[in-house]
């Protein structure tokens, strides 16, 4: 990835912490043994809060950000070809509260 990339990433990183201290959403947890690669950044929401309402008002400030997370046992193929074991909770429940913030070669800071 790119270092513009990586400074977005890092940039989105230093901007949710206040959100995630307060609660209201989970950053991505990188080991302090790790680096990320900036392939994405996503947010995970506090339960209570509405992704889609979330997302609306994203889009409309000009910002497309997506669900990202469909889980592979709900998806068509997994249902065809998966099986599960146990209820599943943690995976359905990260699939509803997941949003991906834009992030590509290009995307500048003002953006």
Wanted: proline share 5%.
């Amino acid at each position: 990835m790119t270092a513009q990339c990586i400074a977005i990433w890092e940039y989105y990183h230093e901007a949710f912490e206040s959100l995630e201290a307060k609660g209201f959403l989970r950053r991505p947890i990188v080991p302090s043994y790790c680096q990320h690669n900036a392939h994405m950044y996503h947010v995970l929401l506090r339960s209570d809060i509405d992704r889609q309402v979330v997302l609306s008002e994203l889009k409309r400030n000009g910002i497309s950000a997506v669900f990202h997370y469909v889980p592979l046992h709900s998806s068509p193929a997994g249902l065809r070809y998966g099986r599960g074991s146990g209820s599943m909770r943690v995976t359905n429940r990260s699939s509803t509260c997941l949003i991906r913030l834009p992030l590509w070669v290009g995307l500048t800071r003002a953006q």
